[in-house]
């Protein structure tokens, strides 16, 4: 009778059934331009676009950060974590075998045996499914897993970047504040000897003495804001605080790209973007988990067997007198759990639907992440433009005011005027420029872009 169940509850370990909903992928709608249609190129390679800026302390920076970078080493752990709980999630697919052995002293006319060893093997057939839902679910949590891993090599590109294109920011504008103090000063130094002729009053004196010391407080926190983004680098490459301060010595301009921008179509985004594959795969494990659920309603078969010696004696036991085999089938099936086993389906259930609104909401989120960034990085350009000429416009007007009041032909408020216009107005070009880099930063990262090509030198 054993023989004819364990016979045929074999084809059932090897064909089985599968409960619960096959999952299909979303098929998601973007839109088919961007809003900025005129940046867009279906042709835009984005695997390496830190190297765009044409720097080469950055490009150090990018490669030593994906060697050394902490949370890339969190991510790197949960990969191999999520990759041994997958093999656990398919272990109970095969047999497991146990080895066991028990020995008693005796006494009297107490029956039993004294000495026993034993392998014993047990196989839980997976009838409906269960377990190799629950290995799908693994297999979904493990891919998720490397997408997290790319969405932080993303992130990581993109702080790099930002950070070094910040510190440079800091640093211009550390100088131009610098240059226009000396200017200031220059002034001041015309306007005391102007006094001394009797050509300038106290009130002019005191006038560039209060520009000059209001033009000095603007560089201290600037010092403070570029040390700030210098320890930040240190940090994200994994080293001390500081670590880097020679080798990021004030000297380079702020990096910027001169060819044209080059984006892709949104569609791209369901290729790149690894936090939208990572929502994929959890939709696609609460799918797998809904079987797991409605697997736990039905019946459990399991084959048993053991082979081994037993005696009442060890001299006996060794001689191997008595051996002993058994194998044969269990079952077992809930009757009575108080709705719990439905409740967890009705859980699973609700876990996915929550998966699904989650991965549509990420796809918006993606779309609008892009949408907003082309927005900020090309109005920038546009008030960098502006901005430009501004200075051009202002340079020329303090330049005319110092002349006439030299000359004894203008006020000495026209040259004050003037030259806190023109520190206004580079100091925001300045600004500006950092910002159409660090926007353009924000752009790639918006986009998904550099996780390929940084997988490729971290050799993952």
Not at 131 to 149: I, K
Not at 190 to 205: E, F, W, Y
Not at 233 to 238: C, K, P
Not at 312 to 333: H, L, M, Q, Y
Request: hydrophobic share 45%; net charge negative.
């Amino acid at each position: 009778m054993r023989r004819h169940l364990a016979s045929g509850l074999l084809p059932l370990a090897l064909t089985g059934c599968l409960v619960g909903p096959d999952y299909r992928a979303p098929e998601p709608r973007v839109p088919s331009a961007w809003s900025e249609a005129e940046a867009a190129d279906p042709s835009a390679d984005l695997a390496a676009w830190w190297t765009r800026f044409n720097d080469e302390t950055l490009v150090s920076l990018v490669e030593r950060a994906l060697a050394a970078n902490l949370d890339l080493r969190i991510a790197d752990a949960r990969v191999r974590e999520a990759a041994a709980l997958r093999r656990v999630a398919g272990a109970p697919l095969w047999p497991s075998l146990d080895a066991s052995a028990q020995g008693a002293e005796r006494s009297g006319d107490a029956p039993g045996d004294a000495v026993r060893g034993a392998l014993e093997a047990s196989w839980e057939i997976d009838v409906f499914g269960g377990t190799r839902r629950a290995l799908e679910a693994a297999r979904a949590d493990h891919e998720a897993s490397v997408a997290d891993r790319r969405a932080t090599l993303v992130l990581l590109l993109g702080e790099v970047a930002r950070g070094y294109v910040e510190l440079r920011g800091f640093e211009a504008l550390y100088e131009t504040v610098t240059r226009n103090l000396a200017t200031q000063r220059e002034t001041r130094d015309l306007t005391l000897a102007q006094a001394r002729a009797g050509l300038a009053s106290d009130l002019d004196v005191e006038r560039a003495r209060a520009l000059l010391a209001t033009t000095a407080a603007e560089l201290p926190p600037l010092d403070g804001a570029r040390r700030v983004s210098a320890h930040r680098l240190d940090v994200l490459l994994g080293l001390s605080p500081s670590s880097l301060a020679s080798e990021l010595a004030p000297g380079a301009p702020v990096p910027s790209v001169a060819d044209a921008l080059l984006v892709g179509v949104p569609a791209d985004l369901l290729r790149r973007r690894p936090d939208l594959a990572r929502a994929e795969r959890a939709l696609a494990a609460a799918s797998a988990r809904i079987g797991v659920a409605v697997a736990d309603l039905y019946p459990r078969f399991t084959l048993t067997g053991s082979v081994g010696l037993r005696s009442e004696s060890v001299k006996a036991f060794a001689r191997g007198d008595t051996s002993f085999t058994a194998i044969g089938p269990n079952v077992s099936w809930p009757i009575f759990a108080a709705g719990r086993l439905r409740a967890n389906v009705k859980v699973a259930d609700a876990v996915h639907e929550q998966a699904l609104a989650s991965y549509e909401l990420a796809l918006l989120e993606a779309v609008e992440d892009v949408e907003n960034a082309l927005v900020r990085h090309t109005r920038e350009q546009l008030r960098r433009r502006a901005l430009r000429e501004a200075v051009d416009a202002n340079r020329e007007a303090a330049d005319l005011a110092r002349r006439l009041y030299a000359n004894g032909l203008g006020a000495f408020l026209d040259v004050l005027v003037a030259e806190r216009s023109l520190l206004e107005s580079e100091s925001r070009l300045v600004e500006s420029e950092t910002a159409v880099s660090t926007s353009l930063v924000a752009l790639y990262v918006a986009l998904g872009g550099g996780w390929e090509r940084a997988e490729e030198l971290r050799g993952s």
